[in-house]
């Protein structure tokens, strides 16, 4: 038998198993799922990069 995959939780750090049984996986609770959620919205989490496409004032006088 296959040993069950366990994963951190990403906010509070606690053992998640991979599976079914996880529904928030990999999250331990919609708790932490949500507080997680609420970083991505405020703008406090975010993917490096250059933005893809930036809005000019040439952009607003086309439409």
Request: proline share 13%; hydrophobic share 30%.
């Amino acid at each position: 038998m296959n040993k069950p995959l366990i994963v951190p939780c990403p906010n509070c750090k606690t053992a998640v198993e991979w599976g079914e049984q996880s529904p928030f996986r990999p999250f331990c609770s919609k708790r932490c799922q949500l507080i997680d959620l609420g970083e991505w919205a405020d703008e406090e989490k975010r993917i490096p990069g250059d933005p893809a496409w930036l809005p000019s004032q040439d952009d607003e006088n086309e439409y």
